[in-house]
């Protein structure tokens, strides 16, 4: 299985419980300090530093998986940022970087995926969004948008499956993850820091929600999951 965005958060818990069920494991993140130090902590993962954003990268990390297992069961897109803010402070550069993470990695995953899941007849897709597409906050708006766009395209790819693959959309709440760290305001940052404090869930649900999806009878496609902490509106 890959997992992209695996060095932390999500993907880092998502790894490691996949490990404890015997998952073969290709990790990719750009962090390619912690990404190592997780893979040989696992007991067979191998790894390799991966910028969603390059197509050339993500398409390495699927023939690494092919090199070294023989085939590939599944493709976990979780590589995503959120670097939000106030559309007015006019932080084009990061809308861009949303926008080339959260939508294109998604797309680069599955241009490097698909032609091997329907070679082999069988694949799953399990893609990480955000309920931030359901409901839009201030500073959240580009944010939100990519992730409208990644359920939207996954339900496009689902309903082109034929049977061929499985598409499971991940929806997370707040999770107790480095997220807020990443908004340059120091107003919004603080904002989503004590929110973060206050309710956040741990990445460890979402995980136990993957591989929910993940241990499906072939013939069961669950296809979105919406994991949020109780206390949030």
Known sequence: MVITGASSGIGEATARLLASRGAHLVLGARRSDRLEALASSLPDAVHAATDVRRRDDVAALVDLALTRFGRL???????????VSHLADLRVDEWDAMVDVNIKGVLHGIAA??????????GHFVTTASTAAFRTLPTMA?????????????????????????????????????????????EVRAD???????????????????????EQPPEVDVNELVIRPAAQA
């Open 73 to 83: 069961d599944a493709f976990v897109g979780n590589a995503g940022i959120g670097p």
């Open 113 to 122: 995926a698909l032609p091997v899941f329907r070679a082999q007849g069988h």
């Open 142 to 186: 580009v944010y939100a948008a990519t992730k409208t766009a990644v359920r939207v395209i996954a339900e496009g790819l689902r309903q082109e499956s034929d049977g061929a693959y499985r598409v499971t959309t991940v929806t997370p709440g707040f999770v107790a993850t480095d997220f807020a760290g990443a908004a340059a305001d120091r």
């Open 192 to 214: 989503l820091l004590a929110l973060r404090d206050r309710i956040a869930i741990p990445p460890s649900a979402i995980a136990e929600a993957i591989v929910f999806a993940l």
